[in-house]
């Protein structure tokens, strides 16, 4: 068998989505047939002690405290960018400039006409992108998408969805980036996993009205001064789609006790589907054309006939987790590298998603429903 090209890989940021990453590549590696042997290159961070402590418990040959590095040197073939998001752009733009490959964790750019100069810049260089989405990635998902589409509920009639935790639900805890008013606050911040599934499941929305409210409205910064905070906490709209089914979203990082709650209802008129991220696994469906008497939903566990579950495990019901979602996402994207599939969430996607995140936010400003296609 001939030995697969290398593709080397450069991190930048060692943090929570940083580490999930990098399991996302080690994971792919052993579980799916990559075109590539991915090599872990160069590890960059804000000091150069941390970069090396990262790298040497990553994986990675090389650290540095300069992204730029990663940059210039003419080995590395993907620049993986896990940085705070007021960074994305810089780094994005310059690794295209460079010809490499970019895989940038969301929200994509603070701003939307950020964002698309990113898009077309990857587009005019022939780049291959991703956008780290990848709670798309879960086959429970695809299988919810294909019972959509295949007409199994019928004329889709309503749909809700909700993306909640609560680790803003402190209010001495400290301004960070995320409450940067350049792009922060829950919508920008989880309602974007929201907006993206609900489009993945129902296709094109294509009218929002927006509602987005502060409740916690000063926090210290690193200095001790207080900073008034003008990002929302809660994130709200109500969704037309273009297939007539009219809809709502909630993103909300103050919800107390909530830890991972990525959650959808479809509502059809022959059936009904219900998810929770908190059991991400598990699908309902009820189905009107069950027996009266036997009508309720039922539970659908993931399986090996829901791809690629059965590559990660054999067995009905035992489960696979966040990190190997990050792994279905890393392959997806390294068949497009490969030219093998096409770009499954590229940079012009995550441009959608930016864009309908704004459009919400200045429908709540202007308290009008707003066209979004």
């Not at 590696?29 to 990553?58: I, K, S």
């Not at 940038?104 to 006409?113: G, I, S, V, Y």
Request: charged share 20%; net charge negative; proline share 4%.
């Amino acid at each position: 068998m001939a030995a697969k090209p290398k593709l080397r890989i450069g991190l930048i940021g060692s943090g929570f989505m940083g580490k999930a990453h990098v399991f996302g590549f080690a994971t792919a590696a052993r579980v799916f047939d990559l075109p590539y042997e991915v090599e872990l290159h160069t590890l960059a961070d804000v000091t150069l002690a941390g970069a090396q402590a990262a790298a040497a418990g990553f994986g990675f040959a090389h650290a540095t405290d300069r992204w730029q590095d990663l940059i210039e040197n003419p080995d590395i073939d993907v620049v993986d960018i896990t940085a705070p998001n007021a960074l994305h752009k810089e780094m994005a733009m310059a690794a295209i400039a460079a010809g490499k490959h970019v895989y940038c964790e969301k929200p994509l750019a603070p701003l939307a006409r950020d964002a698309e100069e990113m898009a077309i810049a990857a587009e005019a260089a022939g780049i291959k992108t991703q956008v780290g989405f990848n709670y798309l990635c879960n086959p429970i998902m695809a299988l919810a998408r294909e019972m959509i589409a295949g007409g199994e509920l019928g004329d889709i009639r309503s749909y809700r969805g909700v993306h909640a935790e609560d680790y803003m639900r402190d209010a001495s805890a400290p301004y960070s980036f995320r409450h940067d008013p350049a792009g922060g606050g829950a919508l920008a911040d989880i309602g974007s996993h929201a907006l993206a599934t609900a489009e993945y499941l129902l296709g094109p929305i294509t009218r929002v009205m927006g509602d987005c409210v502060t409740m916690i409205d000063h926090r210290k910064d690193a200095t001790g001064s207080a900073r008034k905070i003008e990002v929302d906490d809660v994130g709200r709209a109500f969704l037309r789609f273009k297939n007539g089914a009219t809809g709502s979203i909630e993103a909300n990082w103050v919800a107390t006790g909530r830890k991972m709650q990525h959650d959808f209802e479809v509502y059809g008129s022959k059936g009904a589907l219900i998810f929770t991220g908190e059991r991400f696994n598990e699908l309902h469906f009820y189905n009107t054309d069950d027996a009266t008497g036997r009508q309720g939903f039922r539970k659908i566990e993931a399986s090996p006939d829901h791809p690629p579950y059965g590559q990660f495990c054999v067995a009905p019901g035992h489960q696979i987790g966040f990190n190997d979602l990050k792994a279905i996402e890393v392959a997806g994207y390294l068949d497009a590298i490969a030219d093998r599939a096409p770009e499954p969430f590229n940079f012009r996607a995550g441009l959608r998603i930016q864009y309908l995140v704004e459009t919400i936010q200045a429908s709540a400003k202007s308290e009008t429903w707003i066209a979004t296609v």
